[in-house]
């Protein structure tokens, strides 16, 4: 085992900002607007630099896939306690159809390409909710997965990992190497404060295609549009039962 | 007490805490002085460090403050038109004569541009000199303007006043931009020259050398919770130290007001006056006239209350709309509410009909400075100089500032530049001193502009108001250019205009419609504003029981009508009787304008964590 792990982390539209979707409804306008490292990666390259601070891991590698731009979330990890970052070039067209498929794809041929004992990813973005990623990259290189983390520790040459479900916690074990998804009470990240900035502009960031990692990026996915969900309707309040039940008939629901 | 030395951090800080936990407990402990500014009724609502020095808070015992120092040979603080283009200008010297210089420019936002806000019309001649070939780097000034009406507004109909060529809001040459795209534009242009541009750091305090003389700047610390006590996320700011500093924050900067009082610097000029400005972009329909500049005064205020509309139609694909409403803060009357007259304003029968079928997509808010010529401090201090809004070069009537704040920018970065590369420079201080700045700027045509325009916003304090103005600035301004002998005087601080609320009558706004006019909550949600929640509020106030015994009690809280982003509220107490005063930080947009507008000038706004604040696209 190398004591590698990879990081995968994604530029998305800052939380706190008000979407707008485009005009042509073939998505959300992403130009000038605020955008800021998904707040579950924030933690999942926490949880790596923690590792590699108690020295079970031995190197910390930040990923991320998209257009330039996404440099400075890479740079954002570095200064954060990542050693050094991978830029997978992908924009336009390309860029748009990126879903969970395509990423977990790059992030298998990159985890066997550095020969990672331990994929660290957020449990799903903020903008595509689709939680889907670090589970399909699992499955991609066939390791085992601990999901929903809530706390990650080291048994022998495996992981303990305390998942959150819906009924609770669930602890499992499993072997290395592994992928793992942060999920919210995992840690609380550092800040990126300025001097670890200046340094991580001199750690490395490398450059790759998806083609040289032979992924192919066609998505099985087309959009057909985006739109605004409903408004949502002004609720009526009844003096009396009868008058719920009779509104409730009038409307069809009973 | 405990031997630090024996303990680690994370000892000390669980020390720290147990005996901070026995001291809740026995509040008589608690030394008196930290108590003393809010009474056994006023519930403590600030717990800053500005306020309560970390030397003497028991949960900061032990905790290692040292910062991480870095040198450069000058640092701008704000990535503003005026901070950017001093950078830009010096980069661009020292490209030319072969020398090395590090430029370090810091700015709060987290991406430049993101609390930027502005109408904008701009005059292009101070970007025509920074880059003769700005259209060819393609700088985002897409719209001439092609149309300029003026309008008197009645409650009902519109007087209109024809734009004569000479008059002060003539914009012949001149372009509407968004300001927060330009400013991207230039921080672009500045990395290109490799400046160092660090965005999400903001500067908190000024450093100062043994000799008195400006050191630097510190950004702020990071990681200490909201009831002032050491998180374990807590880091230290970092120190950047420079042989000269550049103070662009803008309108009112809360490190530029220390330095007015470290230096005397307004000792021989006027206070500043101030306006509040508020503006949305709305993507309308049909009623689309690219290049049109639209101004009203008027309804909805009185001919005493200094303010307007602007209504500026962009040309960049989409019909966009960017409109506002500047109210001045020398107002009297405690009941105004800036936000609701530019609600108010927006359904007169003139300026709903291009609103109507629209879309409101941006909203945000930010004071102007009204002084000018009058107003203007000294600008050079042993270490450093103010640029731009902050010391406040706009020109009033012609409602334009970002001209002459670039141009002050430029001027520093020249004056500094020859001073750095000479050989046989002799300074007194250890930061550098550059008087010449101050000479330069006073030769050149930022001066000459101020001085011919100085004397038509006092002259709207006259017995008719706006109105006695305009008639002024036909006058002296129009005909004579500016050149008359006298120089009227402001009306003094804008925090102590107002009356007592008694003495007053409420205004009563009408309720928003949800289509044209929108209510306050939802429109802060759209300017993208947000902080880091655990961290103290960043308004504090000196003294936390005047709130409810002097503003709510005699001007009856004008700061829960005056902030645009609802940042303020009187709420009842939760058991007994009375009011007390609720801040909602997390809502701030960096307006400035409680700090400027508060009577009892208890509320000090200070900066955030960096990154915080609004994320304007484009304002």
Known sequence: MSGRVLVGVKRVIDYAVKIRVKPDKTGVVTDGVKHSMNPFCEIAVEEAVRLREKKLMKEVIAVSCGPQQCQETIRTALAMGADR?????????????????????????????????????????????????????????????????????????????EREIDGGLESVRIK??????????????????????????????????????????????????????????????????????????????? | MFPACKYTLQARRCLCSVTALQRAHSPSLFCATRWSSSSSTTPRITSHYTVYP?????????????????????????????????????????????????????????????????????????????????????????????????????????????????LP???????????????????????????????????????????????????????????????????????????????????????????????????????????????????????????????????????????????????????????GFVVGLDYQNPYMNPFREFQRWKHHPTVLPTLEGGKRIAYGARALNEGGFQSLPKLTFPGGLLVGCSPGFMNVPKIKGTHSAMKSGMMAAETIFSKLTNENLQSETEGLCVPEYEENLKNSWVWKELYSVRNIRPSCHGLFGVYGGMVYTGIFYWILRGKEPWTLKHKGLDSDQLKPAKDCTPIEYPKPDGKISFDLLSSVALSGTNHEHDQPPHLTLKNDSIPVNNNLAIY???????????????????????????????????????????????????????????AYNGM
């Open chain 1, 85 to 161: 970052g991978i830029h997978v070039e992908v924009s336009g067209k390309d860029y748009e159809n990126l879903g969970p498929l395509q990423v977990s794809k790059i992030m298998a041929a990159l985890a066997k390409k550095e020969e990672a004992s331990l994929v660290i990813v957020g449990k799903q973005a903020i903008d595509g909710d689709c939680n889907q990623t670090g589970q399909m990259t699992a499955a991609l290189l066939d390791w085992p997965q601990g999901t929903f983390a809530s706390e990650v520790s080291v048994d022998g040459d495996g992981l303990k990992v």
């Open chain 1, 176 to 254: 290395m190497p592994a992928v793992v998804t942060a999920d919210l009470r995992l840690n609380e990240p550092r800040y990126a404060t300025l001097p670890n900035i200046m340094k991580a502009k001199k750690k490395k960031i490398a450059s790759v295609k998806p083609a040289d990692l032979g992924v192919e990026l066609t998505s099985r996915l087309e959009i057909l549009a985006v739109e605004d969900p409903p408004q949502r309707q002004s609720g009526v309040k009844v003096e009396s039962v009868q008058d719920l039940v009779t509104k409730l008939r009038d409307s069809g629901t009973l």
């Open chain 2, 54 to 166: 970390r030397e003497k808070d028991p949960r900061w015992e032990g905790v290692d403050m040292e910062r991480f120092v870095d040198e450069a040979d000058v640092v701008v603080v704000g990535a503003g038109p005026a901070g950017l283009s001093a950078a830009i200008r010096l980069k661009q010297l020292a490209s030319e004569q072969g020398k090395e210089l590090r430029v370090c420019v810091v700015e709060k936002a987290s991406q430049i541009g993101a609390h930027t806000l502005s109408g904008a019309c701009i005059e292009p001649s101070a970007l025509q000199e920074l880059f003769p070939d700005w259209k060819e780097r393609g700088a985002p000034l897409h719209t001439p303007v092609t149309e300029d009406r003026f309008g008197i507004l009645t409650e009902k109909y519109r007087i209109p006043v024809p734009i004569l060529p000479g």
């Open chain 2, 169 to 323: 809001m003539n914009n012949h040459g001149n372009y509407i931009v968004r300001l927060g795209h330009l400013v991207s534009w230039l921080a672009e242009q500045a990395e290109e020259l490799e400046v160092e541009l660090y965005p999400g750091y903001a500067a908190a305090e000024v450093l100062f050398h043994e000799d008195g003389s400006v050191k630097g700047i510190a950004t702020n610390d990071v990681g200490i919770s909201k009831d002032g006590s050491p998180k374990d996320t807590f880091e230290r700011g970092m120190e950047l130290h420079a042989k000269v500093t550049i103070f662009g924050e803008g309108c009112h900067g809360h490190l530029a007001k220390q330095l007015y009082k470290h230096f005397n610097l307004r000792q021989h000029c006027e206070p500043q006056t101030y306006a509040i400005g508020l503006k949305e972009v709305w993507v309308i329909d049909e009623k689309w006239r690219p290049g049109r500049v639209e101004h009203t005064v008027g309804w909805p205020l009185d001919r005493h209350s200094y303010g307007g509309s602007f209504l500026y139609h962009l040309n960049e694909g989409e019909p966009l709309l960017a409109l």
């Open chain 2, 556 to 614: 009856d809280g004008p700061e829960q009508r005056f902030c645009p982003a609802g940042v303020y509220e009187y709420v009842p107490v939760e058991t007994g009787d009375g009011m007390r005063l609720q801040i909602n930080a997390q809502n701030c947009v960096h307006c400035k304008t409680c700090d400027i507008k508060d009577p009892s000038q208890n509320i000090n706004w200070v900066v955030p964590e960096g990154g915080g604040g609004p």
